[in-house]
Structures are given as structure tokens and as C-alpha cells.
């Protein structure tokens, strides 16, 4: 079984910063693509980030402030978080498509997500 764990969450003012941490662990062969997404208070489950290890993507609404990464030897994920709104509140979750094997199969696996929240 795949988990994934995330970290760095926390109470943070209009403006500042915050680096999200997520890491996968379990019997893992290869990772396709991780993504970080968030779901506000009242609200859907929304995209915020992806990469696959060389390419990103972001949603309109970070663009310029949030920047992924991923370590493959470490099989995590990062999200840096500037500038950071108060529309940004929200639980964000790390979502990763894993190979458990050498057979072209993915699976696609949620972490518990973390609280950020930010002051005005």
C-alpha cells in the first residue's frame, strides 16, 4: 500500500510564506506525476499544481506565487507558497499516480491533507 503524508501546514499572514511537504512511501516502484490540490470551507476539491518530475503546471490562480517540485529519490513533493492571499485558506492535499510494479499500471493515491491558513 501507497501512503502519503503531508507537513508545513499552519497559520501564516497575508503575504508571507509557506513550503508544503509531501511525502509518499510504501512499495513503490515508479512515480508518474504528483499534484498538490485544496478545498476551501463551502467549496470543491480544486487543482492547484502538478509535475511529473521535469514539467509544471499551475492553476491560474497561484501562477507567479506557488512553485512545485519533486525529489524522486526522496518521493516527495513540495509546494513553496508566496505571497500568500487569504483566498489561499483551505486544507491542501498531495495526490500522487504511482507504479506499484514494472507493468504499466498507475494508481492514484491522496494524502490527509494540511490546514493553511492565512490572516488578513
Known amino acids: 500500500q501507497v501512503q502519503l503524508v503531508e507537513s508545513g501546514g499552519g497559520l501564516v499572514q497575508a503575504g508571507g510564506s509557506l513550503r508544503l511537504s509531501c511525502v509518499a512511501s510504501g512499495t513503490i516502484f515508479s512515480i508518474n506525476l504528483m499534484r498538490w490540490y485544496r478545498q476551501a470551507p463551502g467549496k470543491q476539491r480544486e487543482f492547484v499544481a502538478i509535475t511529473n518530475g521535469g514539467g509544471t503546471n499551475y492553476a491560474d490562480s497561484v501562477k507567479g506565487r506557488f512553485t512545485i517540485s519533486m525529489d524522486n529519490a526522496k518521493k516527495t513533493v513540495y509546494l513553496q507558497m508566496n505571497d500568500l492571499k487569504s483566498d489561499d485558506t483551505a486544507v491542501y492535499y498531495c495526490?500522487?499516480?504511482?507504479?506499484?510494479?514494472?507493468?504499466?499500471?498507475?494508481?492514484?493515491?491522496w494524502g490527509q491533507g494540511t490546514q493553511v491558513t492565512v490572516s488578513s
Open positions: 495526490n500522487a499516480v504511482v507504479a506499484l510494479t514494472a507493468t504499466p499500471q498507475y494508481d492514484n493515491y
